[in-house]
């Protein structure tokens, strides 16, 4: 199976600050159609996850464009250019390429 | 608006079964993939199986291979997963996710807590 790694796994943050979270995965996600189906989705306290980012990097709608994805092969971000107060919550990378298709362990991120 | 709503979560044995629903709307279902995620208490999240909008072709992680069946009924717009010879490890909050390589949008989940 494709293992998934993220850091750091906490990140404590200053409102207004960037923040940035790596996802690694043990094998490439190129799939065979030439797409790369690294997702990243985030999951506030007590709520249902929620997807920010498809194929590495478009944006889904209604996500602030305060939110970014990039990456390609094994290495991929995801990047928040100005935390706010809304954005805490825990942030988890997922692979579709590759079945069974597996998440990163997560990132927690709160204000510090 | 889509909606995904799950049932069927309870307090089975160990060795015991359970079955979950999906009850879908907002969405033409037959023509979407579907995926089961579950979330332990305070971990992580976990892809358990996914299923073709056909039906046809169903995927499993390797704890649920054997055990857990996944299906769907495309007549009334509603995904299941059979889970039998339950363990104390499947305790989790069962998600039911539209899509599958791109999976979008969750429902609010159903507890299944495997204790005697």
């Known amino acids: 199976d494709v293992v998934m790694t993220q850091s750091p796994l906490s990140l404590p943050v200053t409102l207004g600050q960037p923040a940035s979270i790596s996802c690694r995965s043990s094998?490439?996600?190129?799939?065979?159609?030439?797409?790369?189906?690294l997702n990243w989705f985030q999951q506030r306290p007590g709520q249902s996850p929620r997807r920010l980012i498809f194929m590495v990097s478009k944006r889904d709608s209604g996500v602030p464009d305060r939110f970014s994805g990039s990456g390609s092969g094994t290495d991929f971000t995801l990047k928040i250019s100005r935390v706010e107060a809304e954005d805490v919550g825990v942030y988890y990378c997922?692979?579709?390429?590759?079945?069974?298709?597996?998440f990163g362990p997560g990132t927690i991120v709160d204000i510090k | 608006e889509v909606q995904l709503v799950e049932s069927g979560g309870g307090l089975p044995q160990p060795g015991g079964s359970l079955r979950l629903s999906c009850a879908t709307s907002?969405?033409?279902?037959?023509?979407?993939?579907m995926t089961w995620v579950r979330q332990a208490p305070g971990k992580g999240l976990e892809w358990v199986s996914g299923?073709?909008?056909?039906?046809?072709?169903?995927f499993y992680t390797d704890s649920a291979k054997g055990r857990f069946t996944i299906s769907r009924d495309n007549s009334k717009n509603t995904l299941h997963l059979q889970m039998n010879s339950l363990r104390a490890e499947d305790t989790a909050v069962y998600y039911c996710?539209?899509?599958?390589?791109?999976?979008?949008?969750w429902g609010q989940g159903t507890l299944v807590t495997v204790s005697s």
């Open positions: 997922m692979q579709g390429t590759h079945f069974p298709f597996t």
């Open positions: 907002g969405f033409t279902f037959s023509s979407y993939d």
């Open positions: 996710v539209k899509g599958l390589r791109i999976p979008d949008d």
């Open positions: 299923i073709r909008a056909s039906g046809e072709s169903t």
């Open positions: 094998q490439g996600l190129v799939y065979s159609d030439g797409n790369t189906f």
